[in-house]
């Protein structure tokens, strides 16, 4: 595939040069503007980022600075962060939807210099926090932003758009080329590619220090793993903060050649997902389960012929469809069968979601329903689990073709070694470690040992036989209840979760005799039920106290009760009380990480009115909540919260029914 | 015959204003024995936003009316771009480079959002019908050429997700929006909304006020509005006329329009003692 000797493929930057040479008319990045995928060749996407990384030269970016990099998935985005590699410089993607104060923080915290933003409202947030940083040695001294709406009555003297940084950088090519390429030259392994602040369930964000070895190593093995192609298409738009995407849409994309697509905006996402028909494709559980549920909800409008044909030939596809997804032997009418519904039902519907030429679907982050993980793998979407960590660069394990099952999260990736420590927390050591965390050795040493394992925090075993990885829950929050017995509160809540009604549940009962949870209904699930049945409602906080959806999900607690009081390890974790609350979870209200996984602590002490109710023994209570919108001024709602008793099993009894 | 007044002024946050775009002299409009508008003359002037209020029936409907051309006053002069300006179709006045959106949404609900908007371009259209329905040569290219302004106002106004939803589909606040994509559409000179915010929630207001202001920034386009809520006027524009019972009560800057007893007193109420 290549000339270029792979060990001279040290950066980023060296990647990109090679796929210059190897593939310079393949469309490396594509963008929907205006209406149209506009896409550019890894030939020109090059010049584009030579161009970018002279321009910073020309503001006097220096080695070994940070670059923050705020904005939705953007070609030019990430051309910045290649570019600011180029530099020698360290790109820090942030959140977009972070509110200024977390912004503040992390451009604190790394001492950014130069921010690249992608619109007004990213500069305007920059600008709020360079007010707030004044004087506490941080200064932001450039920003360059990527659109340009908006932006014309700003005083520039700090700031330019990001296309007249780059003719800047042309106009210097002759004065600084060789200066660019030298530092280009000097990038190994070592050297940093790239700060990620992770969301932290706990405390202050840690910004994790990832080398180029890391990335490369990590993204050569994952991308070996699964066989991708340069030929293979990719939809760029989870948060360019996360780490996934940084290896899926730079660091894997770079090494293998394939195209990132980047979505016109996020109202257009699953628009633009069912253009582009991505064969390689990963999402968080959520994205997975609203289109199944929004499925769901439209073939409840279909007519009966449709309606019928469809549960028909989906009853075919759970029962063939894994088997032949998994190759195992499947009768020849059978075959028959599925090549009928794939006719019917499966190729129109695939092609409606966007998943017409996935070869390989990847879902982590969270458990994901067993149902929801069958529904898409019997239409013959090849949708596999994997474990990972930024700290890791990602990759822990993954599910190899052929063993892919929705409860455990596979085996570890190539490369990583893994093992158990006493108390059950998942360690591991791979080339994907990280370095440390920026300016706090403390926590590293905490993190990683001398030998390099890294403790995840997350608590699990192998499975007899066939050596596939589970997850419990979080190490920290597997507990005890006051009569010994175990408490897993993330395995209850993801069991709840399953739920379509469900969005989120919080559950408690660490040291307590009994547990009580918190739920979130699903507005979209709850709200097309409401609609069905005629029930008004003018605000979530109605329908979420409504008794007859108070009635509904009783029901799926007590079901999960039942299932799990068939577990003698967790039957203790039985709920007793719950109530559903008033207002979503949040991530601007600090009750959720950006990558929406609960925030316990938080929690706990924002709602401490509601958990005494709880185990107070009250029937209802009343409440005060104050909330954040999303131009960062405050609110409160106020609300009286019914608390319902569930029905539990006795523990033991059951066991033998099961 | 030039008369147009090359001096401007500069608004509190710093925008120039040019010379006069349109000038209203002495316009009286009856409509049989009932005067709708009685002797009003006031101007709008290049790159500014200029709001018309009064209280319901004090005839602003029938100002923008007269303003786009529909209605020809009795008595008074128009004056549009320096020339006086005589009784005229809606297709001229389009061409002269004043667009407008109306009251009640005017959209075509069959068509997509995209075709109406398109139908904005129709008077920078010049190959004929033969041409455009066989899609050949110069139609094509010209297509093209008005479809990428038209993406470019899409991109502009956010509403690329709803880009192939037919019109009739949308929620009442997003078809305001399309509505004032159409009119943009026709790179108006003079752009006029009636009642932009009629009927919105402060969200849609908001959205709606900052793009009112965006369009004047972006594409130095004049303004000229009529709207009820005073919030929006009072924030949004530059130079205010007030109407009560067909006679012009105030005219100036809304701080201006805001101290001013004539316009107090409409709005209030007079005690009768």
Redesign the interface.
């Known amino acids: 595939m290549t000339t270029v000797p792979q060990g001279a493929l040290q950066s980023l930057p060296a990647l990109l040069a090679r796929n210059v040479q190897s593939f310079p008319t393949r469309p490396a990045y594509r963008e929907k ?4 995928w506009q896409s550019w060749t890894w030939a020109e996407a090059a010049e584009e980022i030579r161009a970018m990384a002279l321009g910073f030269l020309v503001l006097g970016l220096e080695r070994g600075e940070h670059v923050a990099i705020i904005g939705r998935n953007r070609p030019a985005l990430y051309w910045a962060m290649i570019a600011v590699d180029m530099c020698g410089a360290v790109p820090v993607p942030l959140y977009q939807d972070a509110v200024a104060d977390e912004m503040a923080y992390v451009l604190d915290h790394c001492g950014a210099r130069f921010v690249v933003a992608g619109d007004q409202e990213q500069v305007d947030k920059v600008l709020e926090v360079q007010e707030k940083l004044a004087g506490s040695g941080t200064d932001v001294a450039h920003i360059a932003y990527l659109d340009k ?2 932006m ?2 700003y005083d520039h003297a700090k700031m330019n758009a990001l296309a007249d940084v780059q003719a800047e950088g042309r106009a210097a090519a002759t004065r600084l080329g060789g200066e660019l390429d030298a530092r280009i030259a000097e990038l190994t392994y070592d050297h940093t590619c790239v700060m990620l602040y992770t969301s932290g369930t706990t405390g202050k964000p840690k910004g994790v220090v990832l080398s180029n070895r890391n990335i490369i190593e990590t993204s050569k093995n994952s991308a070996e793993f699964d066989h991708l192609r340069t030929s293979d298409d990719i939809l760029a738009y989870l948060p360019m903060a996360w780490v996934g995407d940084f290896i899926f849409s730079m660091g894997q994309a770079l090494w293998t050649g394939f195209t990132v697509n980047c979505p ?2 996020a ?2 996402m699953m ?1 633009d997902l069912r253009e582009i028909g991505p064969t390689y494709f990963f999402a968080p559980p959520r994205v997975f389960e609203t289109q199944l549920t929004n499925v769901m909800i439209r073939m409840e409008d279909a007519g009966r012929f449709k309606k019928r044909m469809f549960d028909h030939y989906m009853g075919v596809a759970r029962r063939i469809g894994p088997a032949i997804l998994d190759g195992r032997p499947v009768s020849a009418m059978d075959r028959f069968r599925y090549w009928l519904g794939n006719v019917f039902v499966y190729g129109p519907l695939k092609n409606t979601l966007g998943f017409s030429r996935i070869r390989v679907g990847y879902t982590a982050g969270e458990a994901i329903g067993p149902e929801i993980f069958d529904f898409y793998r019997s239409l013959g979407i090849n949708l596999k689990q994997l474990y990972g960590q930024t700290e890791a660069s990602v990759f822990i394990t993954q599910q190899p073709d052929g063993q892919v099952r929705s409860d455990t999260v596979g085996v570890p990736s190539p490369g990583v070694e893994l093992k158990i420590g006493e108390n059950g927390e998942v360690f591991y050591r791979s080339p994907g470690v990280f370095v440390e965390y920026f300016k706090n050795a403390e926590s590293t040493a905490s993190t990683k040992d001398k030998d390099g394992w890294v403790a995840t925090g997350d608590a699990g075993f192998f499975e007899d036989g066939t050596g596939h990885l589970r997850i419990i829950d979080r190490a920290k929050d597997v507990g005890k209840m006051a009569d010994g017995h175990l408490f897993a509160p993330k395995y209850i809540e993801n069991k709840l979760k399953f739920y379509p009604n469900i969005l989120e549940a919080v559950v408690f009962g660490a040291g307590r005799a009994t547990c009580t949870a918190f739920i979130n209904i699903d507005l979209t699930a709850v709200g097309n039920w409401a609609e069905r049945n005629n029930i008004a409602y003018a605000s979530y906080q109605e329908l979420s106290q409504h008794p007859k959806v108070l009635e509904t999900i009783a029901g799926h607690v007590e079901e999960v009760n039942r299932s799990v009081a068939a577990d003698p390890m967790l039957a203790g974790c039985q709920i007793h009380r719950f109530l559903i609350l008033h207002k979503e979870l949040d991530a601007d209200d600090g009750e959720m990480t950006r990558t929406r996984k609960v925030r316990r602590k938080v929690i706990e002490e924002k709602f401490a009115d509601l958990i005494d109710a709880l185990y107070g023994g009250k029937d209802s209570i009343y409440t005060e909540t104050e909330v954040t919108y999303e131009d960062g001024r405050k609110g409160a709602i106020k609300a009286t919260l019914t608390i319902r008793d569930a029905v539990v099993q006795p523990v033991g009894q059951r066991m033998a029914a099961e | 015959m030039n008369q147009m007044n090359t001096e401007g002024y500069t608004t509190a946050d710093g925008r120039k204003i040019g010379g006069v775009l349109m000038e209203m002299k002495n316009i009286t409009l009856r409509f049989g024995g009932v005067n709708a508008i009685t002797n009003i003359s006031f101007d709008i002037r290049e790159g500014e936003i200029r709001a018309i209020i009064g209280p319901n029936g004090a005839g602003k409907s029938s100002m923008l009316n007269v303003i786009s051309g529909f209605y020809v006053p009795q008595e008074g002069e128009v004056w549009f771009k320096g020339y006086k300006r005589g009784p005229m179709k809606p297709y001229e006045v389009a061409r002269l480079g004043i667009a407008r959106t109306f009251q009640n949404i005017a959209l075509f609900d069959g068509m997509s959002v995209l075709d109406n908007i398109m139908t904005g371009r129709l008077t920078h259209m010049q190959t004929g019908l033969l041409a455009q329905s066989l899609w050949w040569g110069k139609a094509e290219k010209e297509e093209t050429e008005n479809r990428a302004k038209v993406e470019k106002i899409i991109d502009f106004l956010e509403i690329q997700a709803i880009r192939k939803t037919p019109v009739g589909r949308l929620p009442y606040g997003l078809k305001k929006r399309v509505e004032l994509a159409r009119a943009l559409a026709a790179e108006p000179q003079l752009l006029l909304l009636d009642e932009p915010m009629a009927g919105m929630n402060v969200e849609e207001k908001e959205d709606m006020s900052r793009f009112i202001l965006d369009v004047n920034d972006e594409f130095g386009t004049t303004i000229a509005l009529i709207e009820h809520d005073m919030g929006v006027v009072m924030d949004l524009s530059d130079r205010v006329v007030v109407m009560d019972y067909g006679k012009k009560i105030g005219d100036g800057t809304p701080d201006e329009v805001r101290s001013n007893q004539a316009v107090i007193d409409a709005y209030l109420g007079v005690a009768h003692d």
Do not use: H, L, M, W
Not at chain 1, 33 to 36: A, D, L, T
């Open positions: 503007e205006f209406g149209i709406r908006g014309r009555k016109e905006n109202a257009t628009t």
